[in-house]
């Protein structure tokens, strides 16, 4: 994908490309959280009590069940973040700050096409 001269200013073609990479991500997203909740619900049935396992196994089996957790809670928030983004093309307020207003460097939005806030409103967040 290219940037346009503007920094700031996003072409039809660009958003469209936008666009197209977050629906792909959506796409995948869905499909991970897919599989890591029905290796959870394997785990949950395979894991039974652990009656007969010593405590490294019943410890091994529990990091696996909170990995797997782990793991779909953050595609879930990664979906609802990507789901946004789709959002705010449609409504024609994505690249533009969600704190303050101001436009959003097309550079960031390109690394990462979800970011809602400008640069100075996401030092200022993180700071906190």
């Known amino acids: 994908m290219t940037v346009d ?3 700031f200013t996003w072409t039809e073609q660009e958003l469209d490309d936008i666009r197209a990479e977050l629906e792909a991500e959506i796409v995948r997203l869905r499909r991970e959280i897919e599989i890591t909740e029905s290796e959870l619900a394997e785990r949950m049935r395979d894991g039974g ?8 196994d019943a410890g091994t089996k529990t ?3 909170e990995h797997e957790m ?12 990507t789901e946004h983004a789709l959002a705010r093309i449609a409504d024609g307020t994505y ?5 303050c207003g101001k436009p959003i460097n097309k550079l960031r939005l390109q690394a990462n096409p979800r970011a ?5 409103c996401k030092q200022r967040e ?3």
């Open 5 to 7: 001269d503007d920094e």
């Open 63 to 65: 990091f696996e069940r």
């Open 49 to 56: 009590d652990g009656a007969g396992d010593d405590q490294a």
């Open 116 to 120: 809602t806030l400008c640069v100075s």
């Open 95 to 99: 690249g533009r700050c969600e704190n």
């Open 126 to 128: 993180e700071r906190r």
């Open 70 to 81: 782990s793991l779909a809670n953050n595609a879930r928030d990664l979906l609802v973040q």
